[in-house]
């Protein structure tokens, strides 16, 4: 009887701890793991962007409002775009010879610093040269041509120019001649970053083209 009672005892302990760990095991299972850190998003410092812009002058102005029409007016430009230019430039999805050896050497720290900087500064506003071009460029601009099924311009880069920040670009007052020639690069296969830009772009004539960058250099 003591033997069988010893037994007993031992067997059921076992089964306690048994129990017991089991449930500990469940419990600890069932905690949730704690929170990761989210990354320490990267704070511009326009103080190194405005010194690091300086071998950016001679083409883009010292404050960005680029005085050669071939080159664009940087200020006021969305950052986060002009960084994904330069990005692109860097690693040669978008295509210029000028362009692809200064960001060749920006690191993404630099061109962050860079494009928030550029872009506090106010851009000066443009003109439309011709009457009956920039009211053409208009009715594209804000209706596009649905009969070939170009969008409206203003649907991306609304209605002011203003464009959508992160996503589409600034448009308002930029040189025509820059405007223009980007939009032939879209239509000619030349600049290949932008898929959607190039769709439409494809169904563009010179002479819509030139409405377009004229109206758009007016734009306010």
């Not at 990267?42 to 950016?56: E, I, L, N, T």
């Not at 986060?80 to 920006?106: C, D, H, P, W």
């Not at 448009?171 to 025509?176: D, E, K, P, T």
Request: with cysteine.
């Amino acid at each position: 009887m003591k033997l069988f009672t010893t037994s007993f005892l031992n067997a059921t302990l076992g089964l306690v701890l048994a129990i017991s760990s089991a449930t500990s095991f469940a419990a600890d299972a069932a905690k949730p793991e704690p929170a990761k850190a989210a990354p320490v998003a990267y704070k511009p410092d326009v103080a190194k962007g405005q010194a690091s812009f300086a071998v950016c002058s001679g083409c883009h102005g010292v404050d960005g409002n680029s005085g050669t029409p071939a080159y664009p007016k940087l200020a006021q430009q969305h950052p986060e775009y002009l960084v994904k230019q330069l990005t692109e430039y860097k690693s040669g999805k978008r295509a210029n010879a000028i362009m692809v050896g200064f960001a060749t050497a920006l690191s993404e720290e630099d061109m962050k610093n860079i494009a928030f900087w550029v872009t506090t500064n106010k851009a000066k506003p443009g003109a439309a040269t011709d009457k009956d071009m920039a009211a053409l460029g208009e009715k594209i601009y804000r209706g596009g041509i649905q009969e070939r099924q170009i969008a409206a311009c203003a649907g991306c880069h609304s209605p002011n120019g203003a464009g959508i920040p992160a996503q589409y670009p600034r448009l308002s007052g930029q040189h025509a001649e820059y405007t223009a020639a980007q939009l032939t690069y879209f239509r000619d296969g030349i600049r290949k970053n932008n898929l959607q830009m190039t769709q439409n772009a494809a169904k563009l004539n010179d002479r819509e083209i030139k409405a377009l960058a004229d109206y758009i250099a007016g734009l306010r």
